[in-house]
């Protein structure tokens, strides 16, 4: 999980910057609706809900917006039905790519996203051509001052977790798809505050590309990342420091 991992802190790095978009609304908008599409309005009974809520805030997101994202993922207000799709691709030197989408035009992502692969000299795969190199795992980061690594790893790997990594001083715990609910709930019940909760793509194997391509795929991630539809990219690209110092410099 190295590669993800290495990914996810340099997003970390650069969030400040991110934040002053305004499509990080939108973004958030969309996780709310999905979350109270999938478990309800109420925030204290959905705790998928309560990390969206608890985002929207963070980014200073209004209240009136909130509430009307709740009342569409509910049906109480009407709008596009938001369906969840995923797509995968190739970039530079054969690096597998799994991008997931959540829209309300699957032409017009679709297209979307064909043309970032296109413009990044990336190229679309057929449906399974890619998903069998990664697997579905549940991702869970904490925060606070009450995060003893020893004591959150035993929390998490009785609840059925499969590793517990301090990333730049961010704890992230990994579980099997199936105990993601299970673990997280675990964790909620021992007091932990939970920043994140989501379920990504991990590749089972890494794959090393020269510093050239590697940079130019951190490229494509980004581009990728930054249409309004994408909720998540992930590929089985192996991050180094050096292409991480390249990737910051370039």
């Given at each position: 999980?190295?590669?993800?991992?290495?990914?996810?802190?340099?997003?970390?790095?650069?969030?400040?910057?991110?934040?002053?978009?305004?499509?990080?609304?939108?973004?958030?908008?969309?996780?709310?609706?999905?979350?109270?599409?999938?478990?309800?309005?109420?925030?204290?009974?959905?705790?998928?809900?309560?990390?969206?809520?608890?985002?929207?805030?963070?980014?200073?997101?209004?209240?009136?917006?909130?509430?009307?994202?709740?009342?569409?993922?509910?049906?109480?207000?009407?709008?596009?039905?938001?369906?969840?799709?995923?797509?995968?691709?190739?970039?530079?030197?054969?690096?597998?790519?799994?991008?997931?989408?959540?829209?309300?035009?699957?032409?017009?992502?679709?297209?979307?996203?064909?043309?970032?692969?296109?413009?990044?000299?990336?190229?679309?795969?057929?449906?399974?051509?890619?998903?069998?190199?990664?697997?579905?795992?549940?991702?869970?980061?904490?925060?606070?001052?009450?995060?003893?690594?020893e004591e959150?790893?035993?929390?998490?790997?009785?609840?059925?977790?499969?590793?517990?990594?301090?990333?730049?001083?961010?704890?992230?715990?990994?579980?099997p798809r199936?105990?993601?609910?299970?673990?997280?709930?675990?964790?909620?019940?021992?007091?932990?505050?939970?920043?994140?909760?989501?379920?990504?793509?991990?590749?089972?194997?890494?794959?090393?590309?020269?510093?050239?391509?590697?940079?130019?795929?951190?490229?494509?991630?980004?581009?990728?990342?930054?249409?309004?539809?994408?909720?998540?990219?992930?590929?089985?690209?192996?991050?180094?420091?050096?292409?991480?110092?390249?990737?910051?410099?370039?």
């Open positions: 999980m190295s590669g993800h991992s290495k990914w996810s802190t340099i997003k970390r790095k650069k969030g400040a910057e991110d934040a002053k978009r305004a499509k990080m609304f939108t973004r958030i908008a969309r996780d709310i609706m999905i979350a109270a599409r999938d478990g309800g309005g109420d925030e204290n009974a959905n705790p998928k809900l309560k990390i969206a809520i608890g985002k929207a805030r963070a980014a200073n997101m209004p209240k009136e917006n909130i509430e009307r994202a709740i009342k569409k993922g509910t049906g109480e207000l009407e709008g596009n039905a938001m369906e969840e799709y995923t797509y995968e691709g190739y970039g530079i030197e054969g690096i597998a790519f799994m991008v997931e989408v959540l829209t309300d035009n699957k032409n017009r992502t679709l297209a979307e996203v064909k043309n970032a692969f296109n413009k990044s000299g990336g190229t679309m795969a057929t449906a399974g051509s890619v998903a069998w190199q990664f697997n579905q795992k549940g991702c869970i980061t904490l925060k606070g001052t009450n995060l003893d690594f959150v790893f035993m929390v998490a790997a009785e609840a059925g977790a499969d590793d517990v990594v301090n990333e730049d001083g961010v704890v992230v715990v990994y579980t199936e105990a993601f609910a299970a673990v997280e709930q675990a964790l909620t019940n021992s007091g932990y505050t939970v920043e994140e909760a989501e379920l990504r793509w991990i590749a089972q194997n890494e794959t090393e590309v020269s510093v050239d391509a590697a940079v130019k795929n951190m490229r494509l991630m980004e581009r990728l990342e930054e249409l309004d539809d994408v909720q998540s990219v992930a590929s089985n690209m192996a991050i180094t420091s050096d292409i991480i110092q390249a990737f910051e410099s370039s």
